[in-house]
């Protein structure tokens, strides 16, 4: 069922090597490995729509974007690449939904399916070079490090088999699997080789992502069902019941918890003294990093399930209300705002080139700078 439909414009300069995040490349669902949620680019409203590209079905994937191209997964089945100007490059049909935003890894694009498959392709060609299969949906964007033997890469994926999954970059083959007791939706976070992630468990898991071997477990009570984010030796991250958390990784001890946040199905994004994050309450929150305290809260029309992106001293947010938001991550005043017409539960892709979102009706949207 994997048929690949591929479209001759491509030109080989349209892929970016090497994946880093810089301006022009956004390469995973957060931004970064330690799922900081910070982009290289700033942000400078007001932006205007450039184009729309619909697709067969919702989109709850998240956009990635690295020189030329654009990747994005789809209710529909089908994870598609695109040019900048909305064309289609190729598309590559996965056999069941992709709600699992794409990473790119040097020049591969992996995501994961409802059917719980993970797969690789050739980010320029489309060609599957690999896929591997788990026991549940992948929801949860995959991460990578690489090994300190320099033999390789591993991917890194949770499933609702309760697994997470260490999987050869180069070959598909699985390194290791380290079993919590629940489905697990988010992204691991790395610090160093540290994977570090939460689930139905009600547990914060901080595993060797190299060996799959557990170094520490600590209880939040609850589910988590978004990614945590590192930032320095601190990670921070939310659960369903509304509390907000900072875990020292070099103590292992929790320095803050702060309540009444609402469900939070959004991850934190972190830079300096704030960590942003949205809740289903609809309310866009901003913690002090050191002590935990809510230095302001915006209140949008719709639930935040998407995650915040920080760009220079903007927060980009996307949210169910239709709205694609800039507002000042000093204060969290409004300064640009565009009505999509379709609930937003893509988290936004923010470089030099643009920002990129995906809508429920299908859409991907594409703002461009207003000059």
Same mark, same amino acid.
């Given at each position: 069922?994997?048929?690949?439909?591929?479209?001759?414009?491509?030109?080989?300069?349209?892929?970016?090597?090497?994946?880093?995040?810089?301006?022009?490349?956004?390469?995973?669902?957060?931004? *970064?490995?330690? #799922?900081?949620?910070?982009?290289?680019? =700033?942000?400078?409203?007001?932006?205007?729509?450039?184009?729309?590209?619909?697709?067969? *079905?919702?989109? =709850?994937?998240?956009?990635?974007?690295?020189?030329?191209?654009?990747?994005?997964?789809?209710?529909?089945?089908?994870?598609?690449?695109?040019?900048?100007?909305?064309?289609?490059?190729?598309?590559?049909?996965?056999?069941?939904?992709?709600?699992?935003?794409?990473?790119?890894?040097?020049?591969?694009? %992996?995501?994961?399916?409802?059917?719980?498959?993970?797969?690789?392709?050739?980010?320029?060609?489309?060609?599957?070079?690999?896929?591997?299969?788990?026991?549940?949906? %992948?929801?949860?964007?995959?991460?990578? #490090? =690489?090994?300190?033997?320099?033999?390789?890469?591993?991917? #890194?994926?949770?499933?609702?088999?309760?697994? #997470?999954?260490?999987?050869?970059?180069?070959?598909?083959?699985?390194?290791?699997?380290?079993?919590?007791?629940?489905?697990?939706?988010?992204?691991?976070?790395?610090?160093?080789?540290?994977?570090?992630?939460?689930?139905?468990?009600?547990?914060?898991?901080?595993?060797?992502?190299?060996?799959?071997?557990?170094?520490?477990?600590? *209880?939040?009570?609850?589910?988590?069902?978004?990614?945590?984010?590192?930032?320095?030796?601190?990670?921070?991250?939310?659960?369903?019941?509304?509390?907000?958390?900072?875990?020292?990784?070099?103590?292992?001890?929790?320095?803050?918890?702060?309540?009444?946040?609402?469900?939070?199905?959004?991850?934190?994004?972190?830079?300096?003294?704030?960590?942003?994050?949205?809740?289903?309450?609809?309310?866009?929150?901003?913690?002090?990093?050191?002590?935990?305290? %809510?230095?302001?809260?915006?209140?949008?029309?719709? =639930?935040?399930?998407?995650?915040?992106?920080?760009?220079?001293?903007?927060?980009?947010?996307?949210?169910? *209300?239709?709205?694609?938001?800039?507002?000042?991550?000093?204060?969290?005043?409004?300064?640009?705002?565009?009505?999509?017409?379709?609930?937003?539960?893509?988290?936004?892709?923010?470089?030099?080139?643009?920002?990129?979102?995906?809508?429920?009706?299908?859409? %991907?949207?594409?703002?461009?700078?207003?000059?």
């Amino acid at each position: 069922h994997r048929d690949l439909h591929s479209f001759p414009t491509r030109r080989s300069s349209d892929l970016s090597t090497g994946q880093k995040p810089s301006p022009a490349c956004w390469p995973g669902f957060r931004g *970064d490995t330690q #799922l900081t949620g910070v982009g290289h680019a =700033k942000a400078d409203p007001p932006y205007t729509l450039r184009w729309t590209f619909r697709t067969g *079905d919702a989109i =709850k994937s998240s956009p990635v974007t690295c020189g030329k191209m654009i990747y994005c997964g789809s209710n529909d089945g089908f994870l598609y690449a695109l040019n900048l100007q909305g064309g289609l490059i190729w598309k590559y049909d996965a056999g069941n939904s992709i709600e699992s935003p794409p990473v790119l890894v040097e020049d591969m694009v %992996i995501a994961g399916t409802l059917e719980g498959t993970l797969f690789c392709l050739d980010g320029a060609t489309g060609r599957e070079i690999w896929s591997y299969q788990t026991e549940g949906q %992948i929801s949860g964007a995959p991460n990578h #490090l =690489k090994r300190t033997d320099k033999t390789g890469i591993n991917i #890194l994926a949770g499933s609702y088999d309760y697994f #997470l999954h260490g999987v050869d970059g180069a070959t598909g083959a699985m390194k290791w699997k380290y079993e919590t007791e629940n489905f697990i939706n988010g992204t691991p976070a790395l610090f160093g080789k540290i994977a570090i992630f939460g689930g139905c468990d009600g547990h914060l898991h901080l595993v060797n992502g190299e060996t799959g071997t557990l170094i520490e477990k600590i *209880d939040i009570t609850t589910y988590m069902a978004s990614s945590p984010a590192v930032s320095g030796n601190r990670v921070y991250f939310g659960n369903y019941d509304g509390e907000f958390f900072c875990f020292d990784l070099r103590k292992k001890k929790m320095l803050w918890k702060t309540e009444g946040g609402g469900p939070f199905l959004s991850s934190p994004a972190v830079s300096g003294t704030r960590a942003v994050i949205g809740s289903q309450n609809k309310t866009l929150y901003c913690y002090d990093t050191g002590s935990g305290k %809510i230095l302001w809260a915006f209140r949008a029309q719709g =639930k935040l399930d998407a995650s915040p992106v920080i760009s220079g001293n903007l927060v980009v947010v996307a949210s169910s *209300d239709g709205r694609l938001r800039m507002l000042n991550l000093e204060d969290g005043r409004e300064r640009w705002s565009y009505d999509t017409g379709t609930p937003l539960y893509s988290t936004p892709s923010v470089t030099s080139a643009g920002i990129v979102v995906g809508g429920d009706d299908g859409h %991907i949207f594409f703002f461009e700078k207003k000059m």
